[in-house]
């Protein structure tokens, strides 16, 4: 049976939303006018390397069975959907039309899995360690997340790497590591039917008898989605530096022992918490995936390009850290870098403040 869903953004949102069409289920994309204009009539376009290619495949949203639309937040039809995927940056919630779409999904009661890095409050009330920690501080406004019921947002580790080539159109994204979602159930089984339904359809598809990368892959831990916190505090976000951004590849690499130092300590982080090792991701396996990482984090983009906010991992784990009684030099270290910089930004812009 074909879905509905509806994805919050429509760059990195495309990648979930083209796998999905590929499984036959319909998606709508949420996101500005101009850009749903141009989706609208011309479709989206994901770049994807299958194994054992040399070259990317392009994947046309017009060739596949699911249909696609795109929209903006204020016309969006709710009662249409059985799940929304929250593929926005962070920051971009604050936006007055998408609060208000926000509102309209917490009020209709539908699931909601979140791709984002910064994981939904909601989420992290259902980890009984952290529902009692004040962390609204790393959040742009966390009064976005307010009318939310816990149980309705479950998280799916954003661990596929893609990008929106600068020289190209705003439907077209470029899959720079074709790595899994890896979402964490719902606390109803009726959605977790869902997410293994999707899941399942995912798998299943095939392009000219190959297997394509980038699956949906469902557990029953909450702490599976928080392996990524460890590698976006030893490599997203040292990637921002008190001059020029430097590659992942480069903040992973530039010193190994400090790297494992600090994803050793984010996993224990996650640990004391509740993970289990098998919830993680061993440090080899991702500094070899950092091998190929060869831009700047997402993060240190938009720092360098004047983002006045950007998601605040970084910011949390610190928050989760000092709270537990463990706190550490090194991601204290960066948490003051990255806000530096974009104090410098929101200085540098002319606010006149003294």
């Not at 997410?195 to 394509?212: F, Q, S, Y």
Request: aromatic share 6%; with cysteine.
């Amino acid at each position: 049976m074909a879905r509905n869903i509806l994805i919050l953004g429509a760059s990195y949102g495309s990648l979930l939303g083209t796998k999905l069409l590929m499984a036959g289920h319909n998606v709508t994309l949420v996101c500005r006018q101009k850009t749903a204009d141009l989706i609208n009539r011309d479709g989206t376009q994901v770049r994807i390397k299958l194994r054992d290619e040399a070259e990317h495949r392009a994947i046309f949203s017009r060739d596949l069975p699911g249909k696609l639309d795109a929209t903006t937040p204020q016309a969006v039809d709710i009662s249409r959907y059985d799940l929304v995927a929250l593929a926005m940056q962070e920051p971009q919630y604050t936006n007055h039309t998408v609060r208000m779409l926000m509102v309209k999904i917490a009020a209709a009661g539908l699931p909601c899995l979140s791709i984002m890095n910064m994981p939904p409050l909601p989420y992290l009330k259902r980890i009984p360690a952290l529902s009692g920690m004040d962390l609204e501080e790393a959040y742009t406004n966390a009064a976005v997340w307010e009318r939310f019921k816990p149980g309705l947002v479950t998280l799916c580790s954003p661990d596929p790497q893609a990008f929106r080539p600068p020289e190209e159109a705003a439907n077209v994204l470029h899959v720079g590591l074709p790595t899994n979602f890896k979402a964490a159930i719902f606390e109803d089984e009726k959605h977790n039917k869902l997410l293994r339904e999707l899941e399942a359809d995912i798998d299943a598809v095939t392009l000219d008898g190959k297997d394509v990368p980038v699956k949906l892959k469902v557990f029953d831990s909450l702490f599976v989605p928080l392996a990524k916190w460890s590698m976006l505090l030893t490599g997203n976000y040292r990637c921002i530096t008190p001059s020029d951004p430097q590659s992942i590849r480069d903040a992973v690499h530039g010193d190994i022992k400090q790297s494992q130092a600090i994803y050793d300590h984010v996993d224990a982080i996650a640990r004391k918490l509740g993970a289990d090792a098998a919830d993680q991701v061993p440090f080899g396996k991702y500094a070899k995936a950092a091998e190929s990482l060869l831009k700047p984090s997402s993060a240190a983009r938009a720092v360098a390009a004047g983002a006045p906010f950007i998601e605040r991992v970084d910011l949390l784990v610190k928050l989760i850290s000092h709270q537990l009684g463990q706190p550490n030099p090194e991601i204290d270290r960066t948490v003051e870098i990255v806000d530096q910089k974009l104090n410098e930004k929101i200085v540098g812009g002319g606010s006149g403040a003294a």
